[in-house]
């Protein structure tokens, strides 16, 4: 079935730093949608990306779909101790979302 | 106030017996889904539901079952055939199947003994 790899697995950062979490896949993905689970939360909705080499940036993240849409990523500049939390991406499948393993984000202040 | 609810928030239950988990919502979904997270894992599809008396199974299917009898309600019930019951439990809705966001409830967390 339909996999998506998410890397890396784990992000330790100074507050202050950038992150960047990557999400791939071997086939071509109709739609990408992110979303973010803080420690001992539930995931919560980040965004959705639909277009070949889509840009969308919601403050601090910027979200990226590759242009063959078979990858996307999402960059958070000058992390905040609020950006902690586990990452996901997931590709829509038949009748399913397929969610990448997620980026555990942590920062040190 | 709209919403998607689990019960309890965490749930305690001895080795062989059987455990029902609460998922209710009140968005107007069609569509519900149960996944299950273990520590520092990502989430694996037990069932999904498209619509009311219909659902299908996910990857880890085997010793869970489910219902669909309302729109709102999607209980799932962790059987004693559940190797490896203890996780947490996640249930979401979203409308019109995949192509739009899916909202999670805050989730059961199960430990069996």
């Known amino acids: 079935g339909q996999q998506v790899m998410q890397i890396p697995q784990y992000q330790h950062v100074q507050e202050g730093e950038d992150f960047t979490t990557y999400c791939n896949s071997s086939t071509t993905l109709s739609n990408i949608q992110w979303y973010k689970q803080r420690p001992g939360g539930h995931p919560v909705f980040l965004i959705q990306l639909v277009k070949s080499g889509e840009v969308k940036k919601q403050k601090r993240l910027t979200f990226q779909f590759g242009e063959a849409k078979k990858n996307s990523s999402l960059h958070i500049t000058a992390t905040q101790t609020t950006d902690v939390g586990t990452y996901f991406c997931?590709?829509?499948?038949?009748?399913?979302?397929?969610f990448g393993q997620g980026t555990r984000l942590t920062i040190n202040p | 106030d709209g919403g998607i609810t689990q019960s309890p928030k965490y749930l305690f239950r001895k080795e062989g017996q059987n455990v029902t988990l609460s998922c209710e919502q009140n968005l107007n979904h069609d569509a519900m889904y149960w996944y299950r997270q273990d520590p520092g894992q990502g989430l694996r599809l037990i069932y999904y539901?498209?619509?009311?008396?219909?659902?299908q199974k996910g990857d880890i299917a085997e010793g869970y079952s489910v219902s669909r009898e309302k729109k709102e309600s999607f209980p799932l019930t962790v059987t004693s055939a559940q190797k490896n019951p203890t996780a947490f439990y996640l249930c979401a809705s979203s409308t019109h199947g995949t192509s739009y966001e899916q909202y999670f409830g805050p989730g059961t967390r199960l430990t069996v003994t």
């Open positions: 997931a590709a829509q499948g038949a009748q399913k979302l397929v």
């Open positions: 539901s498209q619509i009311v008396n219909d659902f």
